[in-house]
């Protein structure tokens, strides 16, 4: 993902009413007269801020991909017997009520 002026005016005046064309700040056309426009200064920090967050956590969202669902890993550790035991009667009475054809 690369993050664009639109991504960070609208993270810096949440709310605010404005056009962009093409991502270029020339382009910039404010709207709100109750909100400030950012400076292009506060827009590139900020657009710089939200790419280096997104890519930090590159990893997780490579992991995300590769993991066992969800309902795959608490089934997992259901049938290793590693939940509490009230959580695995509820679990057991749900499988009970509902039994696999």
């Known amino acids: 993902m690369r993050y664009t002026y639109t991504d960070a005016i609208l993270a810096l005046r949440p709310g605010s009413a404005f056009t962009i064309k093409d991502d270029l700040w020339e382009t910039l056309q404010w709207f709100d007269s109750d909100i400030q426009p950012p400076t292009e200064a506060e827009v590139a920090a900020q657009r710089d ?3 280096a967050a997104w890519d930090s956590t590159h990893y997780q969202r490579q992991r995300a991909m590769d993991y066992p669902s969800i309902g795959e890993q608490l089934d997992a550790l259901y049938r290793a017997g590693a939940f509490p035991q009230d959580m ?3 679990i057991a009475a749900v499988k009970a009520r509902y039994p696999k054809p």
């Open 88 to 90: 695995a009667d509820q």
């Open 49 to 51: 801020q939200l790419q």
